[in-house]
């Protein structure tokens, strides 16, 4: 797929993994709508794109909504879904929170709405991209609910693809990213990350651009679908 002149519709584009998806689909000549719930967001994001990105407050979780935008892009080439959904329960399981552990799957609800609803209006060359993470396949103690929707996530990519043919669909499965999704700042915010990656192959979190150039791969490449690309710094090895 040449992405010059194709129509994007990014939903959690606004912020980390998904504005910077965002941006370099603009940067190939994309025109982008970056869909987000957080209005202080969306103002952030308007400082750093042009005039190829419009954007939209819109919840993954509120369908009608969805399919008012799907409708009206009609025909649209591209769909990346990053948005988180809400909150991510941590901690041992035996001790969590369940409502809590329930709660994290509006990832997957947000991106089971996002590709029921919009497929049916895409162009049938289209392609779609959702994000899962390197712990549905090395889970840690704590991240167990993490984990879960992680698997879910490729587990459904892989079950649907053969059903929307010809339109594709892949997953791209992030390791530690320096993203605003990890609140700290400064020192701290060096010493967390510089924690959660030393054992790490590659000791340092990675960038958002950095996967979101994974994400474009999965959208160029006509020849993958139903397919997980790790950029997680070797955190699947031993």
Do not use: C
């Amino acid at each position: 797929m040449d992405l010059a002149g194709r129509r994007a519709i990014v939903l959690g584009g606004t912020s980390g993994i998904g504005l910077a998806v965002t941006r370099q689909l603009e940067g190939s000549g994309a025109t982008v709508i970056a869909g987000s719930r957080s209005h202080s967001n969306i103002d952030q994001a308007k400082s750093v794109t042009g005039d190829g990105v419009s954007f939209r407050a819109i919840d993954v979780l509120d369908r009608a909504a969805l399919t008012a935008l799907f409708e009206e892009q009609d025909g649209f080439d591209i769909l990346v879904n990053a948005a988180t959904g809400g909150e991510r329960a941590s901690g041992p399981f035996l001790q969590m929170d369940l409502d809590g552990f329930q709660g994290s799957f509006r990832k997957l609800w947000g991106y089971t709405n996002s590709v029921r609803l919009g497929t049916a209006h895409m162009a049938p060359a289209g392609a779609i991209t959702l994000v899962s993470g390197y712990p549905a396949r090395k889970a840690n103690p704590g991240s167990s609910a993490i984990s879960t929707v992680g698997n879910a996530v490729e587990g459904f990519v892989r079950a649907i693809a053969p059903e929307i043919a010809p339109r594709r669909i892949n997953v791209v499965s992030p390791g530690i990213i320096d993203t605003p999704m990890f609140p700290a700042e400064g020192e701290a915010r060096e010493q967390f990350l510089a924690n959660a990656t030393r054992n790490m192959l590659v000791k340092r979190a990675g960038t958002a651009d950095e996967v979101a150039s994974a994400i474009l791969l999965t959208l160029q490449n006509d020849y993958m679908t139903g397919t997980t690309i790790d950029v997680d710094g070797g955190a699947l090895l031993p």
